[in-house]
C-alpha cells in the first residue's frame, strides 16, 4: 500500500542557487544536502516547508539527464499551498521572488504563479 508521496523533482543547473532561493527567499528547511553516488561530484538535496512530510529534490542537471532538459523552466506541474496567500505574495514579492502577475481569485480557491532561480514556474495557491 503506498502511504505517502515523499518526493517531487525540480530540474535546475545550478543547486546551490536553487538550494539558496527555496531555503532563504521561500523559508523551506534543508532537508538533505550530501552526495548522491561516491564519487559522482552530484550532490542529493532537498528541502520542504517546515513540518512537510513531501520534499522537494532540486535535481542537477548534467549529460546523463540531458533528456529531462526540457522539463527545466517549464511549470512542474505541482502547487505550494499557503494560509494568506495576499500576505505571503507581498511577503515573497519583498523578497525579489518574481511572480508571473497579481494573484487571481477564482471560485476554487486564489493563486498566483512564481518563478524560482532556475526559471521553473510554480503554482502558489489558497483554497476556498
Known sequence: ??????TVTVFVEDQERAKAFYTEKLGFAL???AEMFPG???RWITVAPPGCATELS????????????AAMGKPQ???LHCDDLM??????????VQFL????????GS?????????NQIVLGQPS
Open 111 to 119: 493563486f498566483a504563479v512564481l518563478v524560482d532561480s532556475e526559471g
Open 101 to 108: 502577475g497579481e494573484p487571481q481569485v477564482q471560485p476554487w
Open 31 to 33: 532537508i538533505n544536502d
Open 1 to 6: 500500500m503506498i502511504t505517502s508521496i515523499a
Open 77 to 79: 506541474c505541482f502547487t
Open 87 to 96: 500576505a505571503t505574495y507581498q511577503e515573497l514579492s519583498e523578497k525579489g
Open 40 to 42: 559522482s561530484g552530484m
Open 58 to 69: 532540486l535535481f542537477p542537471m548534467g549529460e546523463q539527464w540531458e533528456h529531462y532538459r
